[in-house]
C-alpha cells in the first residue's frame, strides 16, 4: 500500500504543475490576442504568430495534464481490477458424488400371458404356466376352488390351444366341471431327481396352490400327458398312485410299465382317427394293468384334437372330486356342479 501512495503522489504533483501551465499559458494567449485586436483601428502591426505559440503550448499542457489524470483515475482500479475478478469468480462446483447404480427390481411374481378359450393364463416365475377356466374371477366364484390337472403338453401352441378350448367348451355344456390346468416347464417323471428336490409335475402343482384356488385333497388332482409328453405323464401316475386319482395319456406311445404293488391311479388312453400306433400301445397297455386289477379305459377315432381334449375333460369330471366352496374342499357337493 505505502508503495503505491509515492508515484500517485508524484502524478498529482505533475499533474495540478500542468493544469497551472495550461491555465497561465491560455491566459496570455487570450492576452495577446487582445491587444492584437486593441492595436486593429490605429493600424498597429499583427502579430499572429504569439497568439498562436502560446495556444499552442496551452494546448500542449492540457494535453500533458490529460495524460497525468488518466492514470491516476484509472490506476487504482487496474491495480485491483485481477484481484477482484479473482475473488468474483466462481469457484468451480464439486464433483457430483457417484451413484451406484440401483440393483434391477426382481421379475414379477407371475404375469399374464393370454386369455386362451376364454380363460387368462398365467405364468409364474419359475416358468409354470396355469390356465385359469372362464369365470374363476367372477364374483360368483370368489370363494370357490377347483380341481387341479397338471398338463404335460408338447411345446406346440395348436396343441396348447386345443387343450384349453376342449376342457373350456365341455365346461360351458355342462358336461364336465370346470379345472384349473398347471403346465410345467418340462416333465420330470422320467428324470432322476435328487433327493431333495421333488419332481417337475409335483412343483409345479405346489407353486400354482400358492397363487390360485386349488382344491388340496389327492382326490381333486389328476396329470395328463399328450404326443412325446403322454408317457411321462403316465409314468407320473403309475409311479406316485398317492399323488393323483386319476391320469390320462393323449396320443402316446408307452413302453411296458415297471411292476408296481398296489392300485393305480385310474388311467384314460385316448387317440384321434388314424392314429394307428397310439392306438396298439394302448391297448397293449391296456391289456398289462388290467391284469394287475387296474381301471383303464380306451377312446379313439376321434376326429378333431379339442373334442379329444373335451372327453378328456369329461373322464376326469366322473373321477376327481369338483369345485367346492372355501373351507369344503375335498367334498363335492351338487350346487358346486357346474353340469
Known amino acids: 500500500m505505502a508503495d503505491d501512495a509515492v508515484p500517485t503522489a508524484v502524478l498529482s504533483v505533475l499533474l495540478l504543475a500542468a493544469l497551472a501551465a495550461t491555465a497561465l499559458l491560455a491566459h496570455r494567449a487570450l492576452r495577446h490576442w487582445w491587444a492584437e485586436r486593441a492595436g486593429r483601428p490605429y493600424e498597429l502591426p499583427a502579430d499572429?504568430?504569439?497568439?498562436?505559440?502560446?495556444?499552442?503550448?496551452?494546448?500542449?499542457?492540457?494535453?500533458?495534464?490529460?495524460?497525468?489524470?488518466?492514470?491516476?483515475?484509472?490506476?487504482?482500479?487496474?491495480?485491483?481490477?485481477?484481484?477482484?475478478?479473482?475473488?468474483?469468480?466462481?469457484?468451480?462446483?464439486?464433483?457430483?458424488?457417484?451413484?451406484?447404480?440401483?440393483?434391477?427390481?426382481?421379475?414379477?411374481?407371475?404375469?399374464?400371458?393370454?386369455?386362451?378359450?376364454?380363460?387368462?393364463?398365467?405364468?409364474?416365475?419359475?416358468?409354470?404356466?396355469?390356465?385359469?377356466?372362464?369365470?374363476?374371477?367372477?364374483?360368483?366364484a370368489a370363494d370357490l376352488a377347483y380341481p387341479a390337472v397338471v398338463a404335460q403338453l408338447p411345446d406346440s401352441a395348436s396343441e396348447s390351444a386345443a387343450a384349453y378350448e376342449g376342457f373350456a367348451v365341455q365346461a360351458k355344456r355342462g358336461l364336465a366341471d370346470p379345472?384349473?390346468?398347471?403346465?410345467?416347464?418340462?416333465?420330470?417323471?422320467?428324470?432322476?431327481?435328487?433327493?431333495?428336490?421333488?419332481?417337475?409335475?409335483?412343483?409345479?402343482?405346489?407353486?400354482?396352490?400358492?397363487?390360485?384356488?386349488?382344491?388340496?385333497?389327492?382326490?381333486?388332482?389328476?396329470?395328463?400327458?399328450?404326443?412325446?409328453?403322454?408317457?411321462?405323464?403316465?409314468?407320473?401316475?403309475?409311479?406316485?398312485?398317492?399323488?393323483?386319482?386319476?391320469?390320462?395319456?393323449?396320443?402316446?406311445?408307452?413302453?411296458?410299465?415297471?411292476?408296481?404293488?398296489?392300485?393305480?391311479?385310474?388311467?384314460?388312453?385316448?387317440?384321434?382317427?388314424?392314429?394307428?400306433?397310439?392306438?396298439?400301445?394302448?391297448?397293449r397297455l391296456r391289456t398289462t394293468l388290467r391284469a394287475h386289477g387296474d381301471q383303464v379305459r380306451i377312446i379313439d377315432g376321434v376326429r378333431s384334437r379339442r373334442e379329444l381334449y373335451a372327453l378328456v375333460a369329461t373322464y376326469l369330471t366322473e373321477k376327481l372330486d369338483g369345485p367346492s366352496r372355501t373351507g369344503t374342499a375335498g367334498t363335492k357337493p351338487a350346487a358346486a356342479r357346474t353340469r
Open 48 to 140: 499572429r504568430l504569439g497568439t498562436a505559440l502560446r495556444a499552442g503550448a496551452a494546448g500542449a499542457a492540457a494535453l500533458a495534464a490529460v495524460g497525468l489524470a488518466v492514470p491516476l483515475l484509472t490506476g487504482h482500479d487496474a491495480d485491483r481490477a485481477p484481484e477482484g475478478r479473482a475473488a468474483a469468480a466462481p469457484s468451480a462446483p464439486p464433483p457430483a458424488p457417484r451413484r451406484t447404480p440401483a440393483p434391477a427390481p426382481p421379475p414379477p411374481e407371475m404375469r399374464t400371458v393370454g386369455h386362451p378359450a376364454g380363460g387368462t393364463l398365467m405364468e409364474l416365475r419359475d416358468g409354470v404356466r396355469v390356465w385359469l377356466p372362464p369365470r374363476y374371477d367372477s364374483p360368483g
Open 179 to 283: 379345472f384349473v390346468l398347471v403346465l410345467p416347464p418340462g416333465c420330470g417323471g422320467r428324470q432322476p431327481q435328487k433327493p431333495q428336490q421333488p419332481q417337475a409335475p409335483e412343483a409345479a402343482l405346489t407353486a400354482a396352490a400358492r397363487h390360485f384356488r386349488l382344491l388340496p385333497a389327492t382326490g381333486a388332482h389328476a396329470v395328463i400327458g399328450a404326443g412325446t409328453q403322454a408317457p411321462c405323464a403316465v409314468h407320473d401316475a403309475l409311479a406316485h398312485p398317492d399323488r393323483y386319482r386319476a391320469a390320462a395319456g393323449i396320443s402316446g406311445v408307452y413302453p411296458p410299465p415297471a411292476p408296481a404293488a398296489g392300485p393305480h391311479a385310474s388311467l384314460l388312453l385316448a387317440s384321434t382317427t388314424g392314429e394307428q400306433a397310439p392306438r396298439a400301445s394302448a391297448l
